[in-house]
């Protein structure tokens, strides 16, 4: 098998252009009418329409009972973990192979990261690993399932739909029963993507979703708490706004609460962005079948595609480097492409790797070790599905 770069980069100029970047947001619907209607209602911050309009455009996009609009993908995670009782000192299971938010949202949350193996074929949580790994160090008691080498409860399981793409919940979800672990997805990357059609953050207890600058959509920041539990979904909303008690005029709060809550302004993008969310997510697909037939016949390479399971978001896509020597490959690739103006990316550093995570508890991370060897992500606009521009 011979290898050469130069026409992978002929084939990325083929379907991005000669110039293009990873990932930008777009403004083409209603974005301005509902920022000026905003802005003429002088309601731009905690209170306003727009938030409960973006909330329920959100549940019903997703099939979900509700949807908390909140400030960021992280404060909804870390809320999440916080309602499914993740507390000083719980593990919590998170892929290695996952944007630092992930690890970082069980910290604020109190709990500790261990890190988990990927799967070849979702590029998510490997449920075969997983089932072995907590053979291996699960023992169950009355208040829980515990890390018997650690002596830590472990709190949460937290699958994250990488670039899009829903992981194997067939497997995950029986596996957080049988040891009954809460599973919280990381829906951040995965708006609009579905399993055996029914969509991501539908599943778990509750699921966080984002909206920053880089994703499907766009609110400039934000994310949501989805959850089907009507009582969680209360909590949700009141842990994210000060827990304060309702009262036309007092301030009475009953509990230490987050500021989380979404602005009126943001949520008011978010509408316009919603409103698009369907054919942006049949843009990206069509994006996604442009990669595949320039790809090819290409030695050494192919472009990453969804489960069989599922239909994805294709949020980001993904050549998958083959054989050896995918490391020096990986970086040739990254740099005769972003020389040239077409912005790739590896993979996230694993996180384990990170300097604040190198002691985090894990298993073996040999998958997820040799995937980011070999991944690079390519552009991903939607509208480079018609040629870019
Ligand atoms: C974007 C992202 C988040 C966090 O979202 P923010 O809105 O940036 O806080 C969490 N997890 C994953 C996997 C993400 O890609």
């Known amino acids: 098998m011979s290898f050469n770069s130069e026409l992978v980069i002929e084939a990325l100029r083929s379907v991005a252009g000669a110039r293009a970047v990873l990932h930008e947001p777009e403004f083409r619907g209603k974005e301005w009418d509902y920022l000026k209607d905003c802005l003429d209602s002088t309601f731009v911050s905690s209170v306003g329409r727009y938030v409960g309009q973006f909330e329920t455009m959100l549940a019903e996009a997703t099939g979900t009972a509700h949807a908390v609009a909140v400030v960021n993908g992280t404060a909804a995670l870390q809320v999440c973990l916080r309602l499914a009782g993740v507390g000083r000192g719980d593990e919590v299971l998170v892929p290695a192979l996952s944007f630092v938010a992930t690890a970082n949202a069980v910290v604020h949350a109190g709990g500790v990261p261990h890190f988990v193996d990927s799967d070849t074929a979702t590029l998510g949580i490997s449920p075969m690993k997983l089932a072995a790994h907590l053979a291996e160090i699960a023992e169950e008691r009355e208040d829980g399932c515990y890390n018997k080498q650690s002596g830590a409860r472990l709190a949460a399981l937290v699958p994250m739909h990488v670039f899009g793409h829903p992981v194997d919940l067939d497997a995950l979800l029986p596996l ?16 609009g993507s579905l399993y055996r059609g029914r969509h991501t953050g539908s599943f778990g207890l509750c699921s966080a979703l984002s909206f920053n600058g880089n994703k499907i959509i766009t609110t400039g920041g934000g994310g949501a708490i989805l959850s089907n539990d009507p009582e969680l979904a209360r909590r949700a909303k009141h842990l994210t706004t000060t827990a304060k008690l309702p ?114 508890p894990r298993d073996d991370l040999s998958v997820a070790e040799d995937l980011e060897r070999r991944i690079v992500n390519v552009p991903s606009s939607a509208h480079l599905a018609n040629g870019g521009n």
């Open 176 to 191: 957080a029963a049988r040891y009954r672990i809460p599973l919280i997805e990381d829906a951040a990357e995965s708006l």
């Open 247 to 360: 009262h036309p005029w007092a301030f009475d709060h009953d509990e230490i609460a987050y500021n989380y809550r979404l602005p009126n302004i943001n949520a008011a993008l978010g509408c316009a962005q919603m409103e698009a969310l369907p054919e942006r997510v049949a843009a990206k697909r069509a994006l996604a079948e442009r990669y595949f037939a320039a790809f090819e016949g290409i030695d050494g390479v192919r472009v990453f595609r969804e489960p069989e399971y599922a239909r994805s978001n294709y949020w980001l896509n993904t050549l998958l480097l083959d054989g050896e020597d995918c490391a020096a490959r990986r970086d040739e690739i990254l740099k005769l492409s972003n020389e040239a103006g077409i912005m790739t990316r590896p993979a996230w550093t694993l996180l384990h790797r990170l300097p604040m995570y190198t002691q985090a």
